[in-house]
Nanobody
Framework: VQLVESGGGLVQPGGSLRLSCAAS????????MRWYRQAPGKEREFVAS????????NYADSVKGRFTISRDNAKNTVYLQTNSLKPEDAAVYYC?????????WGQGTQVTVSS
């Protein structure tokens, strides 16, 4: 199993980024996918999830209305569109999948929100 995130960077408050997670090594279309984030000195926290077919999504209260999770099962990729970014959104964002009770994580992509 391999998860490779990309799309992070430096953005001003109010800006947007589109994060991507390219998955391989498992049947992507059969598994729900999640995004988590971890800021310095804080625990990793749930951000958003999407069902295997893409019809079901769930968000942390802190990002509802600003972030959108989506997936393209033909490309084995899950996305996180982040809009109206705030300084408190700055963190390393991780892609996650649970397969047969085993958690798999990507290496993360850094999002920095600063003027």
């Amino acid at each position: 199993v391999q998860l490779v995130e990309s799309g992070g960077g430096l953005v001003q408050p109010g800006g947007s980024l589109r994060l991507s997670c390219a998955a391989s090594g498992f049947t992507f279309s059969s598994h729900s996918m999640r995004w988590y984030r971890q800021a310095p000195g804080k625990e990793r926290e749930f951000v958003a999830s999407i069902s295997s077919g893409g019809s079901g999504t769930n968000y942390a209260d802190s990002v509802k209305g600003r972030f959108t999770i989506s997936r393209d099962n033909a490309k084995n990729t899950v996305y996180l569109q982040t809009n109206s970014l705030k300084p408190e959104d700055a963190a390393v964002y991780y892609c996650h999948v649970l397969i047969d009770i085993i958690d798999y994580w990507g290496q993360g992509t850094q999002v920095t929100v600063s003027s």
